[in-house]
Every structure is written in structure tokens, then in C-alpha cells.
């Protein structure tokens, strides 16, 4: 093929796509003996053929799907990774959505799914989590340093009327909810909302709300609910603690920062982060690229592609200075914008020009003004200019000429030769 698949668009994968059908076609056609050389030259095209085939065959099922319901999901697009489909190529699918007005649905469901992709917790994991104590689920008010409104108050004080469970209650529920017991799974996730609050608090300041720390804690209660297994010997709120967790810290990292980026990329970034601090203890001095490469077995370019994605937008607006009277924006400069002494420059040349003009008669200065754009910036033809004035191009161009003639004049031109340099 000529194109790589990187740099193909939606008409350029169909048509691979047939020209692909087509080759497989010949292939299993039959044909006259060849020589074993033609034969090895042969099947190298089609060995690269068919493993175009399998990414181009993804992308255009996929591309005719959404087509048909006119709309396609994020789950559908985020299952191209796992088939194999290299990140430019998606990048380009992407394109190809947009291109064709397809919507991309972001559906409730794909919120929830964001705890359905954790594994359960080891038993080691659970004996390491601190417990939260129970003064600290008794105590669900909120400090003055926290910024809260109505509904969190309102919130804190409902679930404050709720008593908490005493360990006979906990294990009696525990019992009643693995023989499916609905009720018995609302009283224990009603009794267990002080412990997200708890926890809640400690995230407070990471890019999100505290009210939505406590939405994303309280998924996490659910899930813990739905999961729990009393036989294994551990207290709820220790298994629970782990959820929430869990629920709160990969919302933080889906939809804490302005530009979302995949949970699993923040992971990484982390990662990186860890290693650079690390290595900054170790050095002495700020890691580079290089050397954060090698001590995770990573390619250098992919570090840097890491390292450029994990940089925070800044606002325009962020004060700046003590006083903090001036803006981020002040200090950057209009690339676009001119110089102030060009345009101080190109005012006076202004002026100068029109004081010029005035000195012709009105006809030829409007002629002028028309066929160099002098006003509006467009210029114009002869043509134009004639229907303006209801003449000739030829007279326009006469009248061009004298007025040119003038303004060469030495009383007229010293006063726009000084602008030429």
C-alpha cells in the first residue's frame, strides 16, 4: 500500500480494505506453478497485507457500526487498545468520527464501569489500610477551612442521624446480605456513609469538590456492599475503607484535572513522578529523561512523551507578585502584535499620507483609496473603480496617472520619503 495506516483516512481504509478482499481473492485462486523464488517474493506483500488487514478490518467494522446508529460509545472506542490497535491509528478513527458527524456517547455507564475494572483486594492489602476510628465517623462536621455549602451541611446532617453499627449488628447484616437481603444491604451502606465523609476529607484540595469526593466515596461503599464477604474474617469498614479509596483516588485522576486523561496514563504519570523523586534523593539533582528511562526500563522518548503530558494548564488569570495586581497574561507577549514603535510608526504614515491625499482633488484621492486599498484594505481593479465612478477603465487609468504624478511631486513625497526605510 502506499499509505501507512497511521496517515489513512476513513475513504483510504475503505478502499485498502478492497483492495485487500481483492488480493485475498487471487490468492486462493488457482493458478499455473511458479519458480520458488517468485513464490517467496510473493507471499512477503501478503504476510504485511494480512496484518494490515486485521487493524484496517477493525477500524472499518467499527467506522460502519457507528454509521448505521449513527452514533458510537467511549467503551467501544477504548476496546480498540485491547485489539491491538496502536494509539495514532485511534487518534486518526477519531478524526474520521468527526469528519463524518458521528457522536461519540458518553453514557452513565461508562462512569460506573471505572470500579468494575478493579481487582479484588488481596488479604495483605486489607491488613495494611489503616482504620478509620470511630470518633472519626462519630465527628462528620466539617472545618471552617473547608469550603462547603448547603447541600454538604444538609447531607452531614442526615447521615448524622443515622447510628452507627455495634459488631453484633455488622455481622447479623453481613450474614443477611449474602442470602440477598436488600434491606439488610441498605442499612449497612446507610450506617457506613460517616465512614466516607471520613475518608472524603482527607482528599479535599486535589482538584475536586468535597461533595464530590463524597459522591465518588459513596460508589465505592456500594461496590464494597456488593462484594463483601464476612467469612474471610475482616471487619466491613476495613473492606469498605478500601473501596471507597479506591473509588475516590481513580475519580481524582479521571476528572480532577481541566484536560481529562485516561486513568491508566495517570498511573503512569505517577509512577514516573515516584521514580523522579526517587532519583532526586539519589542524584542530588533533578533527574533527566535519560536517566529516568533507564531506571524504569522505559524508552527515553516514551519519558518524555510522559513527562510533557503530566505538565498542569495554568490560568492566564493566576496572580502574579505580592501584591498580586498583575496576571499571568500580562507577561505573555501577542507573537501577532506589532512593536509599540512600529505602530507609533504606522500611525504617523497614516496621518501623513491622508494629509497628502487631501492635497489632490476629490475624484483622484477616491481613485486612490479605491485601487490601493488605502480605507478598507482591498484593493481594486480598473474595472471596479469605473463602475464606481460610471467611466471607462481607461479613464481610471488616466486618472490614476495624473494623481501619481502629483504626489511624486518634491512638496508631496518628502513628506512620505522618510517612512520608506
Not at 467611466?391 to 512638496?411: C, D, F, G, N
Amino acid at each position: 500500500m502506499d499509505k501507512d495506516i497511521e496517515t489513512m483516512t476513513t475513504q483510504d481504509l475503505e478502499r485498502a480494505t478492497d483492495e485487500l478482499l481483492a488480493a485475498d481473492a487471487a490468492k486462493s485462486a488457482p493458478k499455473k506453478k511458479s519458480t520458488r523464488r517468485t513464490k517467496a517474493a510473493e507471499e512477503k506483500p501478503v504476510e504485511e497485507a494480512a496484518e494490515a488487514k486485521t487493524t484496517e478490518d477493525i477500524l472499518n467494522e467499527l467506522m460502519e457500526k457507528a454509521k448505521k446508529a449513527g452514533k458510537i460509545t467511549t467503551k467501544e472506542i477504548a476496546a480498540l487498545e485491547e485489539k491491538g490497535v496502536d494509539a495514532d491509528s485511534i487518534a486518526k478513527f477519531y478524526d474520521a468520527l468527526e469528519a463524518s458527524k458521528i457522536e461519540i456517547d458518553i453514557s452513565d455507564d461508562d462512569a460506573v464501569t471505572i470500579l468494575d475494572d478493579i481487582d479484588m483486594p488481596e488479604i495483605e492489602e486489607l491488613n495494611e489500610i489503616e482504620e478509620v476510628t470511630e470518633e472519626e465517623m462519630a465527628d462528620v462536621k466539617v472545618d471552617d477551612s473547608y469550603s462547603t455549602d448547603d447541600p454538604v451541611r444538609m447531607f452531614l446532617k442526615e447521615i448524622g442521624k443515622v447510628p452507627l453499627l455495634t459488631a453484633e449488628e455488622e455481622v447479623e447484616l453481613a450474614i443477611r446480605m449474602s442470602q440477598g437481603d436488600e434491606e439488610a444491604k441498605r442499612r449497612m451502606t446507610e450506617a457506613n456513609l460517616r465512614l466516607v465523609v471520613s475518608i472524603a476529607k482527607r482528599y479535599v484540595g486535589r482538584g475536586m469538590l468535597f461533595l464530590d469526593l463524597i459522591q465518588e466515596g459513596n460508589l465505592g461503599l456500594i461496590k464494597a456492599v456488593e462484594k463483601f464477604d464476612y467469612t474471610k474474617g475482616y471487619k466491613f469498614s476495613t473492606y469498605a475503607t478500601w473501596w471507597i479509596r479506591q473509588a475516590i483516588t481513580r475519580a481524582i485522576a479521571d476528572q480532577a484535572r481541566t484536560i481529562r486523561i485516561p486513568v491508566h496514563m495517570v498511573e503512569t504519570i505517577n509512577k514516573v513522578i515516584r521514580v523522579s523523586r526517587q532519583l532526586l534523593q539519589e542524584l542530588g539533582h533533578d533527574p533527566s529523561a535519560e536517566e529516568i528511562a533507564a531506571e524504569m526500563g522505559m524508552p527515553v522518548e516514551k519519558v518524555r512523551e510522559i513527562l510533557k503530558i503530566a505538565q498542569e494548564p495554568v490560568s492566564l488569570e493566576t496572580p502574579i507578585g505580592e501584591e498580586e495586581d498583575s496576571h499571568l497574561g500580562d507577561f505573555i507577549p501577542d507573537e501577532d502584535a506589532s512593536e509599540p514603535s512600529e505602530a507609533a510608526s504606522f500611525s504617523l504614515l497614516k496621518e501623513q499620507l491622508m494629509e497628502v491625499l487631501d492635497t489632490l482633488t476629490p475624484r483622484e484621492k477616491k481613485v486612490l483609496e479605491l485601487r490601493f486599498g488605502i480605507v478598507d484594505g482591498r484593493t481594486r481593479t480598473l474595472e471596479e473603480v469605473g463602475k464606481e465612478f460610471n467611466v471607462t477603465r481607461e479613464r481610471i487609468r488616466q486618472i490614476e496617472a495624473k494623481a501619481l504624478r502629483k504626489l511624486r511631486h518634491p512638496s508631496r513625497s518628502k513628506k512620505l520619503r522618510d517612512f520608506l526605510n
